[in-house]
């Protein structure tokens, strides 16, 4: 199989940083297997290592590396490389500074016994190793370094003084530290100053050198350049905590800001904004035009309020970070008069405006989380209202929406626990005689219309309604079932129905189904479909609007079921107007739960039980 353009392009780049004996095939081979787990988001830093096992690490390795893979795994990816990369790299330096220090321990032990050879192989050692030596005296001066130190140190020849002023006493009183504490070997990185002033990152290990009697006779530094590394960990650092697009702080790297803010107990308000229109741009004018209405939104977000945190926590999702409490009204008309202004996108005049949602946070001791998503509670309950509104966190309304939220949430457990139950009550015809029953669901306290409700939001409505069905065709007699919003425009509806009539054996012309008149004109073609299987169809939460009558003028509609009456002098009037004009078309109109009288009086031909 043939490898990936990928892997080509990898191979590429390592062949041309550094050398390793592996031929141009097989390194395709391992590296187009690793970049399959690096897409995978598997073992980064394992694959870091083997870059530095096989030896591919030259000046620009890893940097060539993090290039090419950087349009194809994502930062967090990338990062865990190359701390593999960095790790494998410093053991190896490690392990030749252990090196090192036996070579020159042994050189110093054999002196006596063959000084030749001992100061031969010492010099091999401290010509030939890319890694920085420095030796120094118990005092803390060097007194021999090799020409590695000096280019490390941006040097281009070896100076009488090595290591700037400051640097050499850091260094001097690292060593007589380990000398009083009788440790012999320390390890961390550093930052040195090189000859032009610039800074160089560096891991360095200092070590004791003693003599055969034990006692410490010289210290000597083994040092390697990691700007390079360091630089790029903080790349990638930088990466992970700021939203590509607009450049703004991403949801990690705010809730660490709005921590650190909470945490001064000074009052703050949190914005939490939704752009209300980016779905017509990306569906009217593309992706592209949509990418560029939020990087327009975040540049507009920080003029207007440049003392802010602003950042972006979603697709069109923004939070915005005040300190104080300033007037909120104020501030979401400031907000809305700057987006307003149009923003020329391939000729068309593109506007946008926001939802938000205020909290406001006085005293130490929030939790960041719980704020947030008190801000993104509050923008919900905005949107409720329409387009361009603006809400301020209610504390009584919150308690409420979230006990709600939860109820609604575990649903499906209960749904598979079997504690949604189906309930019967009869359907009779004003003179008293029986119709049929209605079968409803019944969760706990709630009842039939909560329940599908609560299934509509979950997208639940299909499996319950089939369930509901099952079960009421499954007594064999005339029923009638209500449907939620969402099943009742359901593509599949018919054919669940046919499936559970026939698994049933219940004739069609025993299933009253009533659609929510809610969801026509949606699902006026399955009134049709369902009509044309015999089965009786008919409208539920039928309150006399143009649009239910225009749907029982057009349809072929057994009958409606009328919604709770209104307690209004002028709409109770008007609904005693309806049903004959429904019945003088041919239309059974059901009438409550409720006063049998006065649902008789209001001359409605069929009445459910209470």
């Not at 209004?568 to 078309?585: H, N, T």
Request: charged share 25%; proline share 4%.
């Amino acid at each position: 199989m043939p490898a990936s353009s990928l892997a080509q392009r990898w191979a590429a780049v390592l062949i041309e940083s550094a050398y390793s004996p592996m031929s141009r095939r097989k390194l395709t081979q391992h590296l187009d297997e690793h970049a399959a787990r690096l897409r995978a988001g598997q073992d980064a830093p394992e694959v870091g290592e083997w870059l530095v096992r096989k030896r591919f690490t030259g000046p620009e390795s890893l940097w060539r590396t993090v290039e090419v893979l950087s349009g194809e795994v994502s930062p967090d990816v990338l990062g865990g490389l190359a701390a593999g990369y960095v790790r494998a790299t410093r053991d190896e330096l490690f392990a030749q500074q252990e090196k090192v220090k036996n070579s020159l321990l042994k050189a110093v032990e054999d002196a006596q016994r063959d000084l030749h050879d001992s100061e031969a192989r010492f010099a091999q050692v401290f010509a030939s190793t890319a890694v920085g030596i420095a030796i120094f005296d118990l005092t803390g001066t060097v007194v021999e370094a090799n020409e590695a130190l000096a280019v490390i140190l941006g040097h281009e020849e070896m100076p009488k003084e090595l290591f700037t002023e400051e640097d050499a006493r850091t260094l001097a009183a690292a060593c007589e530290r380990m000398i009083e504490s009788t440790v012999d070997t320390d390890r961390r990185e550093r930052e040195l100053t090189r000859d032009n002033g610039d800074t160089v990152w560096a891991n360095v290990v200092l070590s004791v050198l003693r003599g055969s009697d034990g006692l410490p006779k010289f210290h000597v530094a083994l040092i390697e350049d990691v700007t390079e590394q360091r630089m790029l960990q903080e790349w990638l650092r930088h990466q992970s905590l700021t939203d590509l697009l607009t450049g703004l702080p991403n949801r990690a790297s705010f809730t660490d800001k709005l921590e650190s803010a909470l945490a001064t107990g000074a009052p703050h308000t949190l914005a939490y904004l939704d752009v209300d229109s980016l779905t017509i741009v990306n569906d009217g004018l593309g992706y592209v035009a949509g990418d560029a209405v939020l990087v327009e939104v975040a540049r507009r977000l920080r003029v207007v309020l440049p003392d802010a945190v602003v950042a972006r926590v979603g697709g069109d999702e923004f939070v915005v970070l005040i300190q104080g409490s300033p007037d909120v009204a104020a501030l979401a008309a400031m907000i809305d008069e700057e987006l307003s202004e149009p923003v020329y996108l391939e000729g068309a005049g593109v506007a946008v405006s926001t939802s938000i949602g205020f909290v406001h946070v006085t005293g130490p001791g929030a939790n960041p989380a719980a704020v947030l998503r008190r801000a993104h509670s509050t923008l919900r309950r905005a949107e409720t209202g329409g387009k361009r509104q603006w809400a301020v966190y209610d504390h009584e309304a919150d308690v409420t929406d979230r006990a709600r939220f939860a109820r609604i949430a575990a649903m499906p457990g209960a749904f598979e626990n079997g504690e949604i139950s189906v309930e019967f009550r009869p359907v009779s015809w004003v003179p008293g005689s029986l119709a049929f029953v209605e079968a409803s669901l019944r969760w706990g306290a709630a009842g039939h219309e909560e329940v599908v409700a609560h299934a509509d939001a979950l997208g639940l409505a299909s499996r319950l309604g089939r369930m509901l069905l099952e079960e009421a065709c499954s007594r064999g007699e005339p029923v009638l079932v209500r449907l939620s919003v969402d099943l009742s425009r359901d593509q599949d509806l018919a054919a669940h129905v046919r499936s559970v009539l026939r698994s049933c054996a219940l004739p069609a012309s025993s299933l009253f189904l009533a659609l929510d008149v809610r969801a026509m004109p949606d699902g006026e073609e399955n009134l049709e479909v369902l009509h044309d299987m015999g089965v009786r169809v008919l409208l539920h939460e039928f309150g006399g609007g143009f649009a239910g009558l225009s749907t029982v003028d057009r349809s072929p509609v057994w009958g409606v079921r009328l919604a709770r009456p209104p307690s209004e002098r002028l709409a109770r009037q008007g609904l005693a107007l309806m049903v004959p004009l429904l019945r003088s078309a041919g239309v059974h109109v059901i009438g409550g739960p409720g006063d049998p009288d006065e649902l008789q009086a209001l001359g409605v031909d069929l009445v459910v039980a209470p």
